[in-house]
């Protein structure tokens, strides 16, 4: 449990379990985004127990964020993280966010917001939130409450008239940027 793996496009690989217990795992699958001048990203493998979880200012530590891809780097379109909130922790607020992303509720309960409407979610529950979607959360215990979370990352949107020529799911950027 907790490990991520990224294969850049034509990577060769191979996946053996060498147990006698079944192995679960989440396969995201997408066209990568290259832009002019960024080599593709690196093969990543490792763990969340490698990784330092990031705490949320002003959450006293009740919310965090493991990030298996340093948001910095650039060459990456998508970015798959670990939220953990403890119990008692919030989103204290209506946060929107300018792409779609999905969330694979990995542990525990919580209350999701989704627009104007309270959703009870737990382990094994998926939610897909369309771009500037109303959500917040409430993890009132008795444990922990992690999730998946997966979302586009550093690419504009292309647009055409009359057609999108890319999902819909790309981020955004203000036209001063």
Not at 126 to 145: E, I, N, S, T
Request: proline share 9%.
């Amino acid at each position: 449990p907790g490990s991520y793996v990224y294969l850049p496009a034509g990577t060769p690989w191979t996946f053996r379990n060498d147990s006698d217990t079944a192995v679960r795992f989440h396969w995201i699958r997408k066209a990568y985004e290259a832009v002019d001048g960024l080599p593709r990203p690196d093969v990543i493998v490792t763990n969340e127990q490698h990784i330092a979880p990031t705490p949320m200012p002003g959450t006293d530590g009740k919310w965090a964020t493991t990030r298996f891809v340093d948001p910095t780097d650039m060459r990456h379109d998508m970015h798959v993280t670990i939220v953990t909130f403890e119990p008692g922790g919030v989103i204290p607020f209506a946060e929107t966010h300018v792409m779609e992303h999905g969330l694979y509720v990995l542990e525990g309960k919580a209350v999701y917001r989704l627009n104007q409407d309270w959703v009870e979610v737990e382990a094994g529950d998926y939610m897909w939130l369309r771009a500037f979607c109303p959500q917040a959360c409430y993890a009132g215990g008795p444990g922990r409450f992690r999730y998946l979370l997966y979302k586009d990352v550093n690419r504009h949107m292309a647009l055409r008239p009359g057609r999108v020529e890319t999902p819909v799911s790309q981020a955004l950027r203000p036209a001063a940027e």
